[in-house]
């Protein structure tokens, strides 16, 4: 009798608790898609004219690259949301002054200290808090939902970087809840997202499933010969339009320069 109890409420809890019903989906028309510029002219033709609004771009990049300068020069084209995690907030300003940008237009979500410096200013050692890491990826959903509701449409949203989300110790769920949350806010507001992702340093297949969910992929390399080194720009991935098949050479002098000759060997 005791051997049947136990099996009926095995039973009973395995059994669906409610059936939920597909709903229909809000098939409301999406905003109209418009060009937006880079700030990179030579990078806005190869484009053709710029980047589509509401895109989530991925800057897939070497980490020796300096490609957080291509996220210094996007914020001169627009209001940017700058969510810093890697470094103080006044030392990215900084360094985008150096390279004779303006910093007027940036609005900072300072990741850092919140996830880093303790309120009486002292450094702490997050690094592998599971609790903590879950909790600076609500901080910063809460912050672009409170971004989502001022409505600007014509705005950048940069993340410098993706990675650190990506070494947080969480579960993959919530990085994928996070992803769904900026892809929403981008959507929704018709703006310009750019994720600054490290190549060669996470795990695959939760890189794979951010890759796949990003409209435009910015791919930076490294390209070494004996004589001198060469930094490469490919854009595999352009979702709505055919991406560029062109290796674009690049160095960083006063911004990201673009090399137009065809010869990138």
Do not use: W
Request: net charge negative; charged share 25%.
């Amino acid at each position: 009798m005791a051997d049947e109890k136990i099996k009926a409420a095995l039973v009973q809890s395995l059994a669906p608790q409610q059936t939920k019903v597909a709903t229909a989906p809000d098939m409301t028309a999406a905003p109209q898609q418009v060009n937006r510029t880079t700030a990179i002219p030579i990078l806005d033709r190869t484009l053709g004219g710029g980047l589509p609004s509401g895109s989530v771009v991925y800057i897939f990049a070497d980490a020796k690259s300096m490609a957080e300068v291509f996220l210094y020069q996007f914020t001169q084209a627009r209001k940017t949301y700058y969510f810093s995690n890697e470094r103080h907030p006044k030392y990215v300003a900084r360094d985008i002054k150096n390279y004779g940008f303006k910093a007027d237009n940036i609005e900072f979500a300072d990741i850092y200290s919140a996830y880093y410096i303790t309120p009486q200013g002292e450094m702490v050692d997050n690094v592998g808090n599971e609790f903590v890491d879950a909790k600076i990826v609500e901080f910063t959903e809460s912050n672009l939902r409170k971004i989502a509701t001022e409505g600007n449409t014509d705005v950048n949203l940069i993340f410098d970087s993706f990675s650190f989300y990506l070494n947080l110790n969480v579960n993959p769920g919530v990085i994928k809840r996070l992803m769904n949350v900026i892809y929403e806010a981008t959507k929704n507001l018709n703006c310009m997202s750019f994720l600054y992702g490290l190549k060669d340093t996470h795990e695959r297949n939760l890189e794979n499933e951010i890759l796949k969910s990003c409209d435009v992929i910015f791919e930076i390399e490294i390209e070494k010969t004996s004589e001198k080194i060469s930094s490469l720009l490919s854009i595999p991935k352009l979702r709505g339009r055919v991406p560029s098949t062109e290796m674009l050479k690049f160095r960083v002098g006063e911004g990201i320069q673009i090399d137009t000759t065809k010869d990138i060997a």
